[in-house]
Nanobody, 120 residues
């Protein structure tokens, strides 16, 4: 059983910073990629940032230059540092993991989401 547990969301003023964390637990898998999506009310869920097992990072244009994704392989944890936050960053942020299972195949797992609210 794989679980993703997120933390670090909250309310912050525009221009402030937040650091989101997502820890994966379980066994029988290796990480192919981990990252973050977000979904604002009435909008689709969009990629914010991701990092592959090889360390390649990808960012949405909307957060590029303001966000940094990193990982701690020993803790199986991925972090998203977000700076210079804007009201339009307000959304539920979902951690995801693309895992290669020891029994074979790739599966995508999602966290429950953490609310980020940026006030103007």
């Amino acid at each position: 059983q794989v679980q993703l547990v997120e933390s670090g969301g909250g309310l912050v003023q525009a221009g402030g910073s937040l650091r989101l964390s997502c820890a994966a637990s379980g066994s029988g898998f290796s990480i192919n990629a981990m990252g973050w999506y977000r979904q604002a009310p009435g909008k689709q869920r969009d990629l914010v940032a991701r990092i592959t097992s090889g360390g390649t990072t990808t960012y949405a244009d909307s957060v590029k230059g303001r966000s940094t994704i990193s990982r701690d392989n020993a803790k199986i944890t991925v972090y998203l540092q977000m700076d210079s936050l804007k009201p339009e960053d307000t959304a539920v942020y979902y951690c995801y993991a693309l895992l290669r299972l020891s029994l074979g195949g790739l599966n995508v797992y999602w966290g429950r989401g953490t609310q980020v609210t940026v006030s103007s």
